[in-house]
């Protein structure tokens, strides 16, 4: 049967403390990436107009006005009219990288990680028995539920409303800082381990070149 435990530590993060900067501008370039804008208003360009003068340029006695697709004209273009476009915020990827791992240790400092023992939650296929074995953790707050991308408990799961589930690959910063609890699966957990220990090293931990080539020199 499944049992739900703390998770107290994961060696392989590698932080002593959760970089708070780092989350919070991870989390809003996921924001920002995730919310493309759609508004279009025509330009000057984009009116279908003749290109003729409305009036000639002497003689009125009034202004020169030139075409009709002037933004001035009735029926015109607008003036810096939006256009579709994605928004894209800029960050380095020893950043993002620290942005994930400062928001997983904060949920371990903040008691609200687990993992559920057993193999993908071994005798729970059902909605009900994996709810029930959730209400455990929180009945009213936002799970973020990691299991494996091919676990039969994506099934059982995805109708509950306060669940959101995440292979260990796609585990992210928003769906972590906007859930009250993230839980584990035994196997999500080794896995996301892996990914951890596989990155790179963060560029403070690499030790300079130049001192060692110094020191060389002053033996000489």
Request: glycine share 6%.
């Amino acid at each position: 049967m499944a049992r739900i435990v703390k998770v107290n530590e994961i060696p392989e993060l590698a932080l002593e403390e959760a970089n708070l900067n780092h989350v919070q501008e991870s989390y809003l370039r996921q924001n920002t990436h995730a919310r493309p804008i759609t508004a279009s208003k025509k330009r000057k360009s984009d009116v279908r107009a003749t290109g003729a003068k409305w009036f000639r340029q002497k003689g009125t006695g009034r202004a020169r006005q030139g075409e009709l697709t002037n933004p001035h004209m009735t029926g015109g273009g607008l003036a810096f009219a939006p256009k579709p476009r994605t928004p894209r915020k800029r960050l380095n990827k020893h950043v993002r990288q620290s942005a994930l791992r400062s928001a997983v240790l904060l949920h371990i400092g903040n008691g609200s990680a687990h993992v559920i023992q057993g193999k993908d939650f071994e005798g729970t296929l059902k909605t009900k028995e994996v709810a029930e074995l959730l209400n455990k953790v929180s009945s009213f707050e936002t799970i973020n539920l990691v299991v494996m991308k091919d676990a039969d408990v994506n099934k059982a799961a995805r109708n509950i409303w306060n669940v959101r589930i995440v292979s260990p690959e796609f585990v992210n910063v928003r769906d972590l800082v906007e859930s009250g609890h993230v839980v584990f699966s035994t196997n999500a957990l080794a896995k996301f381990k892996e990914l951890m220990a596989a990155q790179v090293v963060e560029p403070d931990e690499i030790e300079p070149v130049a001192e060692a080539d110094e020191q060389a020199g002053g033996e000489e």
